[in-house]
């Protein structure tokens, strides 16, 4: 029982996990076993997130349902002369996707989709009395974006789509403070929130000849604004009590805009390359604010500092089928740098350079049911670094793990 | 979905998604740190809070050190702990809420323990429990290490020599057979002074008088001398500048805050002195017998001892109505023979090192950069400011755990640059720091 309620928790928390920073990068199981990319080719109704331009490839109706779960395993030991070693606690994270596209009409130029995804997360938990415990505790952001799109056939070989983004999300922070009670308890603090924020998702696909296609998409930055959240001051002692008040705070989570650029080429009837490059605005992603509705001498609004910086990914794919496209197996790559800049490295999301080995399974298993398995495994470069801000030092390294499983049923 | 999880976990059971790396094993490099004997006096020991407490032992620099040393080959390390957590021989300072008689409020201040102290048995000598490697002798300075039979009037040499009525401290170095040592002598020597306001009658042989740079340089080299006699190695610690510790900037020399009526009465008051009073804040005034009058107001750069009765201010009028006392103020001229000394003493630690080739620990400019700039550790910033900063202890002179931590891990630089070990830094945050009600 208790176990199913994990579940089902981890289930509603849904998408979390840190992989390119906080960007996942798994919306669709096809694109993620073929190294996360899928800007170039429709392969389903995945596509609503990948390239709305694309989906006027769909022929029929599509529902589409998958999840992951990945397992981040991260480790810190402590620089430069450091026997402290500690592993974060163990945790699995769950995104999930559901598409559903169909043509509109018979014979028409226009596709409509509806698409709720999760395209960003992260989520780290050290152990409460670890000696980065006035820096972190515990993060946890996740996601959910819900995308209405529409596709216009411009004429065979150009396709345009574009959908409107309405992102909710859930945001915890805690940390302890360098405050001590007479028995010499910590203080520590816990801010909640629920975040929204709109964006859209616009897709160019260009088909020109049968076996070459091109894709061209433009994801914009979305807000994530915590209108409400709550600070919750928990053992403060009784002398400064009054300046630690549980308060209401604001904060903008930004969840960065992504200019794509896919190359597919069918180099014959049984093996497909893909190509792509992932341009992201991480330079978004200024600083962490809290602004704090009752301000008091000891309680200011914060503004710690993360300076990412833009950074631009690699990803290639390949595709085989087998016995007339019912089994087709897919293997990608992907090179992923880190957006964290030196003497920004902090145990909230200690990202780091890395490459991706991904592989899949597809099989058809009836007219109308798909199955794709994928897996992916991330490479990280093992990194030191500083939060100068803290005076923090670290030496990090994290392993990925991620399952996945999606279901496509056609309405033919 | 749950199908899902366990085909996860089967793959990471092949610790395919277990990071490994692993932590360099610390390296001890040219020194051996199997017994370690710390040398000092009041902050080796573990005063805190004004007093002698278990949990300030226990968050001594040395203790510390001993630990880290530990993982490079270091041994026992064995201190004459005192039996429990209120103070010995007085009560330690606490925080806590306090009415003094001139007060509406009840305000937040440093008051001692109030409850039983730890006597029961701390007098007796438990020598038959050592030899111990923490050394640290509260209230001594360097020269006293010179003298025969010192134990008969310091307790806590009393409690933890071998032979307390005829040795001299010095001779009491030897007794772990260390391989090696800490020395930070010379602090007393002229912090006794400072903390008493520069006052030092009536006797000439009062424990306050600044030790003479001769006397240190021969007390100092009988030490040395002593400590490496076995081809021990070690660091030896300069002396702080003790004017900038919290004890004498707690108060500011123009802390005297007056309104517009008070100010108009005692300019009347004062009227063709030189003492002439703003509305807002004021220098306060100070006894001083070579001034006209017998008083005048306290200069820029002057320091008023932290420990001043506030309710003889509020109350008695101290420092506006009536001088206040000079032993509570450090005097210009004070000030110049207080820093001159300290210069003094650690021109002549520096010669030490130099002279028996043992690297010396800068903990003078370590602290200079905490009084200027406070320090940092994984999140928590420290400064040298009473209660808020953290890094000093109530007493405003010796330091919280986080404080000698923070000390230790200087030491513990010096000693890997020089000797090329890898001892691993202490855990600031895992110790005392400043508790508040």
């Known amino acids: 029982m208790k176990k199913r309620f994990l579940l089902i928790g981890s289930l509603l928390c849904s998408s979390m996990a840190f992989g390119q920073a906080y960007q996942l990068n798994m919306q669709g199981m096809r694109q993620l076993a073929m190294g996360g990319s899928g800007a170039a080719i429709p392969w389903d109704a995945s596509a609503i997130f990948y390239n709305p331009g694309a989906l006027s490839a769909m022929e029929n109706p599509q529902v589409y349902a998958s999840m992951n779960a990945i397992m981040p395993r991260t480790r810190y030991i402590s620089a430069p002369t450091g026997t402290a070693m500690l592993d974060a606690k163990e945790q699995t994270f769950t995104p999930y996707n559901v598409y559903f596209a169909t043509p509109v009409g018979y014979k028409t130029r226009f596709t409509a989709g509806f698409g709720i995804y999760t395209p960003f997360g992260t989520g780290i938990s050290w152990d409460d009395n670890w000696t980065g415990r006035y820096l972190v505790q515990e993060m946890r952001l996740n996601t959910t974006f819900f995308q209405p799109t529409l596709a216009f056939q411009v004429t065979d070989e150009i396709s345009v789509g574009a959908g409107f983004v309405y992102g909710i999300g859930n945001f915890e922070y805690r940390n302890a403070m360098p405050l001590l009670d007479v028995n010499g308890n910590e203080a520590s603090r816990e801010l909640t929130g629920r975040a929204t924020g709109v964006g859209f998702n ?6 020109p000849t049968e076996n070459v296609h091109f894709g061209i998409t433009y994801r914009s930055q979305v807000n994530m604004k915590i209108r409400r959240g709550y600070a919750r001051f928990s053992d403060i002692p009784g002398t400064v009590s009054s300046s630690y008040l549980n308060t209401g705070f604001e904060s903008t989570l930004p969840m960065p805009q992504v200019l794509t650029a896919g190359f597919g080429w069918d180099i014959n009837e049984w093996v497909t390359l893909q190509l792509e490059a992932n341009y992201t605005g991480w330079g978004a992603y200024d600083s ?27 990803r290639a794919g390949t595709k085989i089928n087998f016995r007339n496209e019912r089994w087709s197996v897919m293997l990608g790559t992907a090179y992923i740098p880190s957006p964290v800049r030196e003497g920004y490295l902090n145990p909230e999301l200690p990202d780091a350079v890395h490459f991706l080995a991904t592989g899949g399974l597809s099989w058809k298993l009836s007219k109308r049911i798909s199955v794709i398995g994928a897996l992916e495994y991330r490479f990280y470069e093992v990194r030191t670094g500083l939060s100068t801000e803290h005076g923090f030092k670290g030496k990090y390294h994290t392993k990925w793990l991620n399952p996945g499983l999606a279901l496509t049923y056609d309405f033919n | ?55 300030g032992q226990g968050n001594s620099y040395p203790y510390m050190l001993a630990q880290q040393f530990r993982t490079v080959g270091g041994g026992d390390f064995k201190q004459p702990w005192v039996s429990g957590n209120h103070g010995w021989p007085v009560g330690k300072f606490m925080l806590d809420h306090v009415q003094g008689r001139c007060d509406t409020l009840p305000y937040l201040a440093v008051v001692p323990f109030r409850g039983a102290l730890d ?3 701390t007098y007796l000598n438990i020598y038959s429990t050592g030899p111990f490697g923490n050394m640290g002798i509260p209230e001594t300075k360097v020269t006293d290490y010179l003298t025969t039979g010192f134990a008969l009037s310091n307790k806590f040499a009393n409690r933890m020599f071998d032979k307390p009525t005829t040795a001299r401290p010095v001779d009491e170095l030897l007794n772990t057979e260390h391989t090696f040592f800490t020395v930070w002598l010379g602090v007393e020597d002229v912090l006794n002074y400072a903390a008493a306001g520069g006052e030092t009658a009536p006797s000439a042989t009062n424990r306050n008088l600044i030790t003479a740079p001769g006397a240190f340089h021969t007390a100092y080299d009988s030490v040395m001398s002593t400590v490496t006699r076995n081809g021990a190695k070690g660091t030896i610690l300069t002396i702080p500048d003790v004017l900038q510790m919290p004890y ?5 020399a123009k802390g005297m805050e007056l309104d517009m009526r008070d100010a108009n009465r005692l300019n009347l008051k004062y009227n063709s002195t030189q003492v002439h009073f703003d509305v807002g804040m004021n220098y306060f005034v100070i006894e001083d017998a070579t001034a006209p009058n017998g008083y005048r107001q306290l200069r820029e ?5 932290m420990d001043v009765p506030q309710d003889s201010i509020r109350c008695a009028g101290w420092g506006w109505e009536v001088p206040m006392p000079g032993t509570w103020v450090l005097t210009a001229d004070e000030i110049q023979l207080i820093r001159g000394a300290v210069n003094s003493y650690n021109n002549t630690v520096l010669l030490m090192g130099k002279n028996y080739n043992i690297p010396v620990s800068d903990v003078r400019y370590y602290l200079q950069t905490v009084f200027e700039n406070g320090a940092q550790y994984n999140g928590a910033n420290y400064t040298a ?31 890997n640059e020089h000797y090329g070990s890898s001892i691993p830094l202490v855990d600031v945050n895992n110790f005392s720091g400043v508790k508040l009600p």
């Open chain 2, 301 to 305: 750069g002057e320091l008023v001892r």
């Open chain 2, 385 to 415: 400011e009473l209660i808020k900063g953290g890094f000093f202890s109530l007493d405003g002179r010796h330091f919280t755990g986080r404080g000698n931590a923070l000390v230790a891990n200087s030491i513990i630089h010096t000693i």
């Open chain 2, 248 to 252: 004498f900037r707690a108060i500011p």
């Open chain 1, 202 to 207: 616009l897709g160019l696909h260009v088909k």
């Open chain 2, 1 to 55: 979905m749950k199908k899902l999880y366990i085909l996860g976990a089967m793959l990471c059971g092949l610790s395919a998604c277990k990071p490994n790396i692993e932590p360099k094993a610390p390296e001890r490099g040219d020194a051996d740190f199997s017994r370690y004997l710390a040398v000092g006096s009041s902050h080796t020991a573990g005063i805190m809070d004004r007093a002698l407490y278990r949990e």
């Open chain 1, 288 to 314: 962490l604010r809290f602004d704090f509705q009752n301000n008091t001498d000891l309680l200011q609004d914060e503004a710690s500092a993360r300076r990412y910086r833009n950074s631009i990914t690699l």
């Open chain 2, 119 to 121: 006597t029961t048995g």
